[in-house]
């Protein structure tokens, strides 16, 4: 299966930025979909941003003109660069592959904390 490993997260400011990786263990580019999700306690997972396999990406309203999801192939790595970040971004946020034979992974998760 593909190992997903997050990084960058920690504690902030609002009005602060951070910027998240996921390294895949395989070539990202042979992978059809990649995401990043967040859960809060308490609340369902949410999709944050993804390259979907019809290449396009997607953003949810909430991070529109905040989040920008970005990939280097060469690396094997999708990032998730969070600026102007608010209190209600704290989550652990997930990064997720959709690969056709290898299925969906989950990586572990890194710690958002935003305080006010």
């Known amino acids: 299966q593909v190992h997903l490993v997050e990084s960058g997260g920690g504690l902030v400011q609002a009005g602060g930025s951070l910027r998240l990786s996921c390294a895949a263990s395989i070539s990202i580019f042979s992978i059809n979909a990649m995401g990043w999700y967040r859960q809060a306690p308490g609340k369902q997972r949410e999709l944050v941003a993804a390259f979907t396999t019809g290449g396009s990406i997607n953003y949810a309203d909430s991070v529109k003109g905040r989040f920008t999801i970005s990939r280097d192939n060469a690396k094997n790595t999708v990032y998730l660069q969070m600026n102007s970040l608010k209190p209600e971004d704290t989550a652990v946020y997930y990064c997720?592959?959709?690969?056709?034979?290898?299925?969906?992974?989950w990586g572990q998760g890194t710690q958002v904390t935003v305080s006010s």
């Open positions: 997720n592959s959709y690969h056709a034979l290898l299925g969906s992974n």
